[in-house]
């Protein structure tokens, strides 16, 4: 079902601050645009970044913030539906990363509910 424009808008800010989050390296921001909930389950591409809770979500996420000197994210292709009070987005993703004076630019695709 197409969302409102009222939930689309929100959902475009809270990617912002995702992207912002990433590029100031802040952890706790980064952890303040989940729910917290126990079974909160997040699946990145690596093997080992299927994380439950927000404990292992701030693991992974901290890990990657210490590891890059920079990460630049950029989300194209937001798609947003909802209906009552779930939404779901999907986007496609380019992570620019710098790790010990290499640049990289990571592709992927990310969902969220």
């Known amino acids: 079902m197409e969302a409102s424009k009222e939930i689309v808008s929100a959902v475009h800010e809270i990617l912002k601050n995702m992207a912002q989050a990433y590029l100031d390296k802040d952890l706790e921001g980064m952890m303040q645009l989940y729910v917290p909930d126990p ?3 997040a699946i990145g591409a690596g093997r080992d970044e299927w994380v439950k809770g927000l404990g292992e979500l701030k693991i992974g996420y901290n890990r990657d913030m210490t590891q890059a ?3 630049e994210v950029d989300f194209e ?3 947003v539906s909802s209906s009552g009070n779930v939404a779901w987005v999907s986007a496609r993703m380019a992570m620019d990363v710098n790790v010990e004076n290499n ?3 990571i ?3 990310l969902s969220k509910i």
């Open 39 to 41: 079974d909160l389950v």
């Open 69 to 71: 000197d920079k990460i």
């Open 77 to 79: 292709d937001v798609t």
């Open 103 to 105: 640049e990289i630019t």
């Open 107 to 109: 592709f992927g695709r």
